[in-house]
């Protein structure tokens, strides 16, 4: 059974490096809904993709990275749904180069790949270039990096079930945020976020409060960083449990929460929620770096 997003399916998880430690360890499967677009991408997409046909848009466009999960996921929606959709991708030297799975899968469903300098793509956020981006591309909704907007964390305020209550905490893996601030907004449950990237404060005032918490020491050098320890955890979890998990999210949150429960810093007894959410096809750009230096590859 895959579920789906009003019924989810949730897995209880026994891993042996938990063996001696009395917690209840469940893994909500947000990964098994739709192919392409899994986990917090189609919570992000969905109001989205409400809002842009209300505007009667004909094209999404976005940004994002070359193993972009939300590129990825942007051009499934609108090859599903009969948008146009451009990806603005940071790095313009990317453009001479084959295109990697990720990019490539995005092409073939129909995305307009735009490949543009580190300079113009560090002004994603001003109004000022989104104001000559709406000009350039009429008729165009345009859609955030990791599609994290305030539609996007009401979309994610559903991964929660009212039969979750009676778990101690729910945790979620934090890139732009948006899973996070979802699940926070719902105040079912006191929220444990586990940073993907560099430079969060533990303390980020926008992400953290009296029932949330950001935990940052698990990034393994910053975003779509891995190291060997962190692909044999995510192998062994495989191998354990049959759960994919993604290199760049899912696993470093994984592994946190295994780390903390052996250090005390998750309490014996406590009932833990985490959520997959998604993203595993970022596993094959993590493999190209792995094979280049002899490691064994995550799993597919």
């Known amino acids: 059974m895959t579920g789906s997003p009003h019924n ?3 897995d209880r998880l026994v891993l042996s490096a938990l063996r001696d430690f009395e917690i ?9 809904f739709f192919p392409g677009l899994s986990g917090n991408k189609y919570r992000k ?4 993709l409400a809002q842009a046909r209300e505007e009667g848009a004909r094209q999404l466009l976005t940004f994002g990275g070359a193993y972009s999960n939300h590129i990825h996921a942007t051009a499934a929606v609108g090859k599903a749904f009969g948008f146009e959709t451009v990806g603005l991708i940071r790095g313009e030297e990317l453009a001479t180069q084959p295109l990697n ?3 490539a899968e995005a ?3 129909g995305m307009q790949l735009v490949f543009t300098s580190r300079q113009d793509y560090s002004r994603r956020h001003e109004p000022e270039y989104l104001e000559v981006l709406a000009k350039d591309y009429p008729d165009t909704y345009i859609i955030p990096e990791g599609g994290t ?3 996007a964390i009401k979309g994610c305020s559903e991964i929660l079930q009212p039969g979750d209550a009676h778990y101690d905490l729910v945790c979620c893996p934090v890139g732009t945020g948006g899973t996070m601030l979802g699940l926070r907004e719902t105040g079912m449950l006191p929220v444990w976020g586990y940073a993907a990237l560099k430079g969060l404060s533990d303390s980020d005032a926008s992400l953290t409060g009296p029932e949330a918490t950001l935990r940052t020491g698990y990034h393994f050098g910053g975003y779509g960083k891995i190291t060997e320890e962190l692909a044999a955890f995510i192998r062994t979890v495989y191998e354990e449990t049959g759960v994919v998990l993604d290199g760049v999210y899912t696993g470093k ?8 429960i052996r250090g005390g810093v998750i309490p014996p007894g406590s009932g833990i929620l985490a959520i997959h959410t998604g993203g595993v096809q970022g596993n094959r750009g993590l493999n190209a770096g792995l094979q280049k230096k002899g490691l064994t590859l995550l799993p597919l």
């Open 8 to 10: 989810p399916r949730t």
């Open 24 to 32: 209840t360890l469940d893994l909500r499967r947000e990964d098994l």
């Open 45 to 48: 997409l969905k109001y989205n």
């Open 101 to 103: 799975p990720t990019l």
């Open 107 to 109: 092409q073939e469903m």
């Open 149 to 151: 907007n305030a539609l």
């Open 253 to 260: 949150m994984l592994f946190g929460i295994c780390a903390d």
